[in-house]
Nanobody, 118 residues
């Protein structure tokens, strides 16, 4: 099955920037969508950013204007950058891939913790 490994998390200063990377075990061009979700304890796992094969992005309202999703096709890597970090950006970030519009085709990475220091 498809596997993903996230990196770049940890403790980050409020007002600073976050750079996450996700290495996918298959060609990222084989997926309808690739992106990132975030989960806070006791809350649902919510979309942060995603992009289509045509590189059309979608961002959560909470990060619009601050986030950029990108990919490196040669390295099968999906990246997420968030600037001007706020406390609400904290949580566990999950890389995901999806082969179709159905959520049942989604696969997830193990997740990586992001803590925002005031």
């Amino acid at each position: 099955q498809v596997q993903m490994v996230e990196s770049g998390g940890g403790m980050v200063q409020a007002g600073g920037s976050l750079n996450l990377s996700c290495v996918v075990s298959a060609s990222i061009l084989s997926f309808k969508f690739v992106g990132w979700y975030r989960q806070i304890p006791g809350e649902e796992r919510d979309l942060v950013a995603e992009m289509t094969r045509a590189e059309v992005p979608t961002y959560a309202d909470s990060v619009k204007g601050r986030a950029t999703i990108s990919r490196d096709d040669a390295k099968n890597t999906v990246n997420l950058q968030i600037s001007d970090l706020k406390p609400e950006d904290a949580g566990v970030y999950y890389c995901y891939t999806r082969r179709s519009f159905s959520i049942t085709s989604a696969a997830w990475g193990p997740g990586i913790q992001v803590t925002v220091l005031a």
